[in-house]
């Protein structure tokens, strides 16, 4: 059979079920890629500028362009250490967190080949959370930083391999199993980490309290190195796969004749799946609905391409957790708002109607 890597070398035919992209779609995909990136360039100095120190855009524009050499002006002490040293490294942070979560969920829902696939409803972010969980209560720290993401890693990658062994029936992922499946880990995953609570100390109590609720208030740049080479292999290796699950959209049989290792190919990508979800609720705990409403939006204005998806759903990931943080920390001050519990009240209205409108589908993709 042709490898794996064959296929990107050659023109493959597609069938009339899956026509090429219309021009206009592409043109609306870059389009919006810019708009995107663009937006990204106008949110950073305004999340930086805004908080109980407010600080002028025109500022925070200028102190950067000082650190790196191209001008500017360095500001007062307090204002360069609000900046440096609390509101950037949260910035970066949420940058990181967002475009994780928001490939990730591409990417799950192309490997599973359903809309309501996302990293916390089948349990992958509660997964990796009692892996991360379970190192602060122990008080393990044998790898120093790396610790937390390493036992997130680990317990992520368990939790979505089981889920993938018992959502597959007759050769293909069952959209009600794989919701079932994910609906009993998060309820053991949430026993698991209250038993951790009941047992761990005050000081991990409150550690774990934060992975419950998910929140960027502790970012630092050590936080920010240890998340980066997890978040950066993911985020690169993602968009390599992205004919392949264009292919694989057109089912496994087809796949298979145009030279795609459908298993080889799930596993590959099962894996950056836990890589990402892992770097990312290694330092921000639990974040829901990222995942799922990200792609999907883009899926609707853009069409179903991989080639744009991916690469777009880490753009508009980054986005909204960025305008969900600011508003997490300025909507209540001076008290902050948990991130986590933010995005769970804004995605679980979309969530429903997506379940409504698939279900109207008879399962397909929305």
Known sequence: MTTVDTVDDRPVGRPPAAPAPPRGR????WLLTAGLAA??????????GTGAYPVPVGDV???????????????DRVAESVLWNVRFPRIVLALLVGASLGC?????????????????????????????VAAIAFGLGFLGTWTVSVFAFAAGLVTVLVVYVMARSGGRTEVVTLILTGIAVNAFAGALIGLFLFFADTAAVNQITFWQLGSLAQATWPKVLAVLPCAAIG?????LYARRLDLLALGERPARHLGVDVERLRIVLILVIALLTAAAVSVSGVIGFVGLVVPHLLRMVAGPGHRFLIPGSALLGALVLLAADLAARTVAQPAELPLGVLTALLGSPFFFWLLRRTRRGQGGWA
């Open 39 to 48: 937006a990204l360039l106008l949110l950073v100095p305004v999340a930086a």
């Open 26 to 29: 592409r043109s609306t995909a």
């Open 104 to 132: 990730a969920g591409a990417l799950m829902q192309g490997v599973f080949g359903n809309p309501l696939a996302e990293p916390g409803v089948i349990g992958v972010s509660s997964g990796a959370a009692v892996g991360a």
């Open 235 to 239: 985020l690169g290796l993602a968009p």
């Open 61 to 75: 524009v200028g102190s950067a362009l000082h650190r790196v050499g191209l001008g500017g002006a360095a500001l």
